[in-house]
């Protein structure tokens, strides 16, 4: 089925995990662009902060405080977006946390904790995103990661998360294809973004937890986040070192284990 999308200006772009971050940046960048942008998150202050920044530069913004690992999160944010602009043009899952420790050091409760919000509230968002979508065609924007493909240590329930979000989000845009549904589905793959998802996140280690080098703007990604919700792409890549690792790590298992593990140890 032949559709197109809306450019940002005439849109309404949900985003959660939009405290911080990615999801922040996006927002912003949305809203620059004249979007029109629903913010969620945990953290009711920070997004309301935010949606007033947003509104005081002459956006149209609102804040919606909620966990999307909830029963039911998903379809009150469909709600509140509906009952304020009308329409949803583009969804964005970015909402994620993150865990620092040796996998025998993680309990289930934390493991599910991770799949909770990240998988499972991904999950309830995506399909909410769909029943809307539907009938008027629209964006649906997963963030994955290159870990997605390339596991690391001492982020093991992160990374078998993001596998997870990857293979959900495969499926569900082939299946939309089959039945000739206007959405387009894309997985945005950051690399290595300077957020303080280091700092959000629980640690177990012994030294404050950090990311690998190179590490790129969120920005970055946000650019990406905001093509992919004018534009129809599979799959987007943020950053020339992701590029190089989902390249790489297929070809040469064994000597991306071992880069892996290097990496690791310098967390």
């Known amino acids: 089925m032949s559709f197109s999308l809306k450019p940002l200006s005439e849109q309404?772009?949900?985003?959660?995990?939009?405290?911080?971050?990615?999801?922040?940046?996006?927002?912003?960048?949305?809203?620059?662009?004249g979007a029109k942008v629903v913010l969620a998150a945990r953290n009711g202050d920070a997004l309301e902060e935010i949606a007033e920044e947003i509104r005081s530069d002459g956006g149209e913004a609102i804040a919606v405080a909620l966990d999307v690992a909830e029963e039911g999160a998903a379809d009150a944010l469909v709600a509140r977006a509906l009952n304020s602009f009308g329409r949803i043009d583009s969804w964005v899952?970015?909402?994620?946390?993150?865990l620092y420790a040796r996998l025998e050091q993680v309990t289930l409760e934390e493991h599910r904790r991770v799949f909770d919000v990240g998988y499972f509230g991904l999950v309830q968002g995506s399909m909410a995103a769909v029943r809307h979508l539907r009938e008027h065609g629209g964006a649906l924007i997963n963030l994955g990661s290159v870990?997605?493909?390339?596991?690391?240590?001492?982020?093991?329930?992160?990374?078998?998360?993001?596998?997870?979000v990857m293979q959900f989000t495969d499926a569900l845009r082939m299946e939309l294809e089959q039945e000739g549904a206007p959405i387009s589905v894309t997985l945005i793959k950051p690399s290595g973004i300077d957020t303080p998802y280091p700092e959000h996140a629980r640690n177990k280690l012994d030294k404050p937890a950090r990311l690998p080098q190179p590490l790129y703007d969120a920005d970055v990604a946000a650019k990406a986040i905001c093509f992919a919700a004018e534009h129809k792409r599979r799959t987007l890549i943020v950053g020339g070192g992701?590029?190089?690792?989902?390249?790489?790590?297929?070809?040469?298992?064994?000597?991306?284990?071992?880069?892996?593990?290097a990496a690791g140890a310098e967390f």
């Open 12 to 33: 309404v772009m949900v985003i959660t995990g939009a405290s911080s971050g990615i999801g922040l940046a996006t927002a912003r960048r949305a809203a620059k662009a």
């Open 242 to 261: 992701g590029v190089a690792l989902t390249a790489l790590a297929p070809a040469l298992p064994r000597l991306s284990d071992l880069g892996m593990e």
């Open 147 to 164: 870990l997605s493909n390339r596991a690391i240590p001492l982020q093991g329930s992160y990374c078998a998360m993001k596998a997870a």
């Open 93 to 98: 899952n970015n909402a994620a946390v993150a």
